[in-house]
């Protein structure tokens, strides 16, 4: 069965500074893999998804992420990171049978 | 468009009352989906709508019943609630991709349930 580790539950890092958020997954087949943002109080929204092709895709807000099949891992990241970024943040495999990793909160420091 | 909606946003239960949570979609996607949340498990899936007339269970279906009512609407029973069962609920919605399967899901914000 297909499922989804997030390696850091809480990530504190400066304004301005860049952000790298870890995701392994298990996947018996070629993995459809998200990126969620959840802010307080609300649902998920969807930063960048990988299906097939270029492993490094760009999504909202100036995330990005890279597809390393060897590794397992689809990490997210930000050059540099904005107050406004403060948030949860959920990596996810699979189709209809979606498996969510447990989260990484992420705090900003001015 | 209103996306995807949920209501009731917050309710409390006594151990043993039952309640339907209430989702409807706005974007004619065929999926549809509720999902817990509690803390420190990230979301998982209770039971899933492929599309109008069709039901699948989840990772944690057990104490809860499912409707897909049309295309737009698919409703979670709770028949008798257990503490157990205290979490924040969503909806979500998604399209189909050809070959793929299912694409980006769409949330709503969530009813916040209490079972005392």
């Known amino acids: 069965a297909q499922s989804v580790t997030q390696p850091d539950i809480h990530i504190t890092v400066s304004e301005g500074a860049s952000l790298e958020l870890r995701c392994n997954y298990s996947?018996?087949?070629?993995?459809?893999l998200f990126w969620y943002v959840q802010s307080p109080g609300q649902g998920l929204q969807l930063l960048l998804k990988?299906?097939?092709?270029?492993?490094l895709v760009q999504g909202i807000k100036g995330f990005e992420a890279e597809f390393k099949r060897s590794q397992s891992s689809f990490n997210l990241r930000k050059p540099s990171v904005h107050w406004s970024d403060a948030a949860e943040y959920f990596c996810?495999?699979?189709?209809?049978?979606?498996?969510f990793g447990a989260g990484t909160r992420l705090t900003v420091k001015p | 468009n209103a996306g995807v909606t949920q209501t009731p946003k917050f309710q409390v239960l006594k151990t043993g009352q039952s309640m339907t949570l209430q989702c409807a979609q706005d974007?004619?996607?065929?999926?549809m989906y509720w999902y817990r949340q509690d803390p420190g498990m990230g979301l998982r899936l209770i039971y899933y709508?492929?599309?109008?007339?069709?039901?699948d269970k989840g990772e944690v279906p057990n104490g809860y019943n499912v409707s897909r009512l049309n295309k737009r609407e698919f409703s979670l029973r709770l028949e008798s609630a257990a503490p157990s069962q205290t979490s924040v609920y969503f909806c979500?919605?998604?399209?189909?991709?050809?070959?793929?399967?299912?694409?980006?899901?769409?949330f709503g914000p969530g009813t916040r349930l209490t079972v005392l």
């Open positions: 996947y018996g087949a070629t993995p459809y």
């Open positions: 974007m004619n996607h065929n999926s």
């Open positions: 979500a919605s998604s399209d189909v991709l050809a070959g793929v399967g299912a694409d980006t899901q769409y």
């Open positions: 709508s492929a599309s109008e007339g069709t039901t």
């Open positions: 996810a495999v699979g189709g209809d049978d979606m498996r």
């Open positions: 990988y299906f097939s092709g270029d492993t």
